[in-house]
Every structure is written in structure tokens, then in C-alpha cells.
């Protein structure tokens, strides 16, 4: 695999994981709109709401991560969920796949808490995946926009870079860049916990 190409156009596998986190996601999504007609916001007990609010309940710190805003953050979210996830639950198997997107996403979630941000969506765990796939294929070229080639470590940083930048500069513009870049730090200190515990990053438990 290493010395492949990698494409978003030659996927061909949709592992338990992955397949499991698409279906939640999308219950979460049509439950969300469907309840809304009938009067019930379900952001209000499902959504992140900081610590120090009188909203904040404990479970949010998961809910939050499978409610989305509207159907372009939940499809931009799952197909990078389905893009660099397939790969990753292949290598390492589901129970370790879902074990580290769920942690990515308590990650954000903390740093939404430290923050006080109000946020919704799988941005943190996604982004955790990511950084996933980079340190564990830094080579494998990602095609940006289907046309051009970039190895997944110049995509990785350039993403973080991108959020970093827009999280100091552009905070109010509805975006929660400070959660995606705690997923990424959770994501690195997991993976650099696995490295020096089994000595690479692409083995299995």
C-alpha cells in the first residue's frame, strides 16, 4: 500500500467501523430535523454547551460529535470519515479504529470545554483520523480536488496550519478551529503513545 497511489476513487471498502459511524451519523442528522418539525430541539440536550453553562450535561462530550448543522457539515465530515477511515480500520481493525476516532473526538471536546465553545459535528474526531493517515502513510499521495497529487504529510500540516490560522485570525466565523486541531492533538499524542509502545504505527494490537 505504501507505494500506491492514494485516491478518493479507488475506494471499494466500507469496514464495521466505518460503516457503523456513517449510519449513527446519519440517524443523528434525520432525527435532528424530524424532531425540530415537531418542536423538539435536540441540539439543546445533544449539542456541546461549555461547563460553566446551565445546558452543559456530561454526555454532550459524545452526543456532540454525531450532530451536525446542516447537510454540508455532515457530508464534508463523513466522506473524510469514509476517505482516510477505510484505510486505517483495515490496518489496525475496528475495535482500535473506533477506540481512537471516540478519544479524538474527547479531545476536541475538552478543548470546546476549556474554550467555552458551543459546538456540534465529528470535525475533531475526523481530523484525528487524519493526522492518523498522515503519520502513518507521510508518503501515500492524497488527490486534492480529484486532480492534484500531495503527500499525506504536506496535506496534514497545510490542514493544520490552515485551522490554526483561522482559529486565531477568523474566530467568529462560526467555526469551531480550536476542536479540530484538539483532535489532532489528541490523535498525535495517542499515536506517539502507540509508537514508542509498538514501535510503529502501522501494526496491529
Not at 31 to 38: E, H, P, W
Not at 134 to 156: D, S
Request: charged fraction near 10%.
Amino acid at each position: 500500500m505504501n507505494n500506491q497511489y492514494y485516491s478518493p476513487q479507488s475506494f471499494g471498502v466500507l469496514p464495521t467501523g466505518v460503516k457503523n459511524l456513517l449510519i449513527i451519523n446519519g440517524i443523528f442528522f434525520l432525527a435532528r430535523y424530524a424532531l425540530r418539525g415537531v418542536g423538539i430541539d435536540l441540539d439543546m440536550y445533544l449539542a456541546l454547551y461549555p461547563v460553566q453553562t446551565p445546558w452543559f450535561h456530561w454526555w454532550q462530550c459524545f452526543t456532540y460529535m454525531f450532530m451536525h448543522a446542516n447537510f454540508e457539515h455532515i457530508l464534508f465530515n463523513m466522506f473524510a470519515l469514509w476517505m482516510f477511515g477505510y484505510t486505517l480500520e483495515n490496518l489496525w481493525g475496528t475495535a482500535r479504529f473506533v477506540i481512537y476516532y471516540l478519544a479524538c473526538g474527547l479531545g476536541a471536546a475538552l478543548v470546546c470545554a476549556l474554550l467555552g465553545i458551543t459546538t456540534v459535528g465529528a470535525s475533531g474526531a475526523v481530523y484525528g483520523i487524519l493526522l492518523a493517515f498522515g503519520m502513518t502513510f507521510p508518503e501515500q499521495r492524497i488527490y486534492l480536488y480529484f486532480l492534484f497529487p500531495i503527500k499525506a504529510k504536506w496535506f496534514v500540516i497545510g490542514y493544520a496550519a490552515i485551522e490554526l490560522f483561522d482559529g486565531i485570525m477568523r474566530s467568529g466565523d462560526g467555526i469551531a478551529h480550536f476542536a479540530h486541531l484538539g483532535g489532532m492533538l489528541t490523535g498525535l499524542i495517542i499515536m506517539l503513545f502507540w509508537r514508542r509502545k509498538y514501535g510503529r504505527y502501522n501494526s496491529y494490537m
